[in-house]
Each structure stands twice: as structure tokens, then as C-alpha cells.
């Protein structure tokens, strides 16, 4: 139940094209969503993130599309750059757990997508 | 800047090895986290911790321990290193709170022979 499932797992997008990602989750406990952007020999960095209190959140060119009854997140990045190219995470955590302690902000990553932006 | 370094990029030890992960935050974080990953497995937690001292098992912690003896520094410690270890192996830190943002190191690539 604490799986969160991405795909695709590889993407290629020409320059000025729309790259979008997907993710599922079980959980519905889950009350917060980042995506994470992973350069080449680098550890992840935020990127974006969202919680289910709203539909759509844009920073820049890059939208988190949340679906709350579908149980459903994902990442559009508009007019998408070779300097886009890059291994992006969603993931998911809670903030409360059942007996009222903390989850301190454990995550749970999906398993990536490896995008790639042609010239 | 948030720094959190890794103390080896890359690393070649043999089966059977006692094998010490060591990482370092400048931040004051509360949190510490290891993580291994693997294509097609995302990033999965071995261990965090949410103090000095502290520790709690993430989703795969079998053949590892970690130590945190210093709010700083937060060590992965492979008892006897198997090959099916070799991954690469990254460290983050975070103020406690689920929104705090995770701030990665750049990661050691860890090759069990």
C-alpha cells in the first residue's frame, strides 16, 4: 500500500514539446507529492510539489496535475529544453501517522523517468 | 547553499568487507536519510534518522546499520558486503517535517566484488 508507480520509464521529447509523467499511488493517507529532477552524477533536487488540497500547481514551465478520486499525480513540463534532460522522481509522504506521531517526512519515490530533450 | 557531501564518489571493495558510508550536512537538518538506486527501483530508503543517535529502518535495511553519533554526520555501515550491494548509495538531510524539501548528495557508487 505504499507503492507509488511511474511510468513511463524512459521519455523523448523534441525541443519546444510537451513532456508529461505519471504516477499512481495506493496510499490515501499520502498528503504531500514532490517531483524530484536528477542531473547526470548529481543527487536529486526538488523541483515542484503539491498537496491534495488543490488540483494544479505551476512553477514556471513545469505543472503538478493532481487527482485526488483517481488517485493520480503528474508532471507536465511545457516547451521542454535539452537542458530539461534529466531523471525525474515523483513521490509521497504523510504527514501524521494513525497513532498521532510523525512520519518525519519519509519518502516514497517512484521508480523514475529517464527524459530526453532532441535539439 | 545547502551542502551535504558523500565521502567517496566511488568506491571498490570486496565480499565478505566491513564497508563504512560516511555523510555530512551544514544545514543544522534535523534529518538524515540513506537511500540506494537502482534503474528501474527509484530511490529506496534504508535507514534515516530523525536525531542524534536515532534511527528507524526505512523499506530495505537488511545487511545495514547506520550510526549517528554527531546532528552532522549520519554513517551506513555494510556488516559484510555482499555483491548484491553494489548500487549507488545516496545521503540526504531535511528540517523535520513532512514539507521540508530533501537535499541529496551527490551520491557513491559502490562496487561489491
Known amino acids: 500500500q505504499q507503492q507509488v508507480k511511474q511510468s513511463p520509464q524512459s521519455l523523448i521529447v523534441q525541443k519546444g514539446g510537451i513532456s508529461i509523467i505519471n504516477c499512481a499511488y495506493e496510499n490515501t493517507a499520502f498528503d504531500y507529492f514532490p517531483w524530484y529532477q536528477q542531473f547526470p552524477g548529481k543527487g536529486p533536487a526538488l523541483l515542484i510539489a503539491?498537496?491534495?488540497?488543490?488540483s494544479e500547481k505551476k512553477e514556471g514551465r513545469f505543472t503538478i496535475s493532481f487527482n485526488k478520486s483517481a488517485k493520480q499525480f503528474s508532471l507536465h513540463i511545457m516547451d521542454s529544453q535539452p537542458g530539461d534532460s534529466a531523471t525525474y522522481f515523483c513521490?509521497?509522504?504523510?504527514?501524521?501517522?494513525?497513532?498521532?506521531?510523525?512520519?518525519?517526512?519519509?519518502?516514497?519515490f517512484g521508480q523514475g523517468t529517464i527524459l530526453t530533450v532532441h535539439p | 547553499d545547502v551542502k551535504v557531501t558523500q565521502s567517496s564518489r566511488y568506491l571498490v571493495k570486496r565480499t565478505g568487507e566491513k564497508v563504512f558510508l560516511e555523510c555530512v550536512q551544514d544545514m543544522d537538518h534535523e534529518n538524515m536519510f540513506w537511500y540506494r538506486q537502482d534503474p528501474g527501483l527509484g530511490l529506496r530508503l534504508i535507514y534515516f534518522s530523525y536525531d542524534v543517535k536515532m534511527k528507524e529502518k526505512g523499506d530495505i535495511p537488511e545487511g545495514y546499520s547506520v550510526s549517528r553519533e554527531k546532528k552532522e554526520r549520519f554513517s551506513l555501515i555494510l556488516e559484510s558486503a555482499s555483491t548484491n550491494q553494489t548500487s549507488m548509495y545516496l545521503c540526504?538531510?531535511?528540517?523535520?517535517?513532512?514539507?521540508?524539501?530533501?537535499?541529496f548528495g551527490d551520491g557513491t557508487r559502490l562496487s561489491i566484488l
Open positions: 540526504a538531510s531535511s528540517f523535520w517535517g513532512s514539507n521540508q524539501p530533501q537535499h
Open positions: 503539491i498537496r491534495p488540497d488543490v
Open positions: 513521490a509521497a509522504t504523510r504527514d501524521k501517522l494513525d497513532a498521532g506521531g510523525t512520519s518525519y517526512g519519509k519518502l516514497t
